[in-house]
């Protein structure tokens, strides 16, 4: 499921504009396939479903070491992060994205990502701590392998806190590829699958 960085870095997002200095480090083909008006359902549900929380037994597990972690060394104490160490993305907003809906934060995790700005494509939240200022973008895109047809698509960027945070982000990678991401996406293409009658069902109550 990743992609290459100009999957994201081609594409005329708003971030580019908002966020030159961070460095695009990972981008994800996101498995939820569907019509040019799903994209409100994605962001719902990376916010409040198993795409926000990680549910999966290996994701769960390197999450609690991490954050064991992050308390027995001070890495994500508040006055590390957002509106502390560093501002808020939402300080660089343009008139426009500042007066569009914001989009919901995502609170299911130790460290709450918060949203930034949404657009009908595009949705950007971020967090801070010792090691890192983080961006989760998620896109709505066409699909190349449906026809007529839209996916997620996820793209992670990232300003590390000088040389310790280079070397977190360098030491954690593995884990990122294998443990965390790949099986959070997978849990995100279940609960989006398993709810496509809902959503459907949505969009025929709404015509």
Known sequence: MRLPRTAHTSHPWRIHEIAPDFKVEDVWRVPTPGGPDDFPHLVDQMANGSGAHSSTPVSRALFAVRWKLGELLGWDRPDTGLGAR????????????????????VKGVPIPFLSVYR????????????????????????????????????????????????????????????????QMLLALGREWR??????SAAGTSCR
Not at 88 to 100: H, I, Q, Y
Not at 194 to 199: G, L, M, Y
Request: no cysteine; glycine share 12%; proline share 9%.
């Open 119 to 182: 657009t009908d494509d595009e949705w950007v939240a971020e967090m801070a701590n010792r090691t890192v200022h983080g961006v989760m973008h998620i896109g709505w895109v066409q699909d190349t392998r449906a026809p007529g047809g839209y996916r997620g698509q996820m793209a992670v960027l990232v300003k590390p806190n000088g040389p310790f945070g280079t070397l977190y982000m360098a030491g954690i990678k593995p884990f990122r590829y294998v443990g965390i991401y790949q």
């Open 86 to 105: 560093v501002p808020t993305l939402r300080d660089r907003l343009p008139a426009d994205l500042l007066e569009a809906p914001r989009g919901p934060d």
């Open 194 to 199: 398993a709810t496509a009658a809902e959503r």
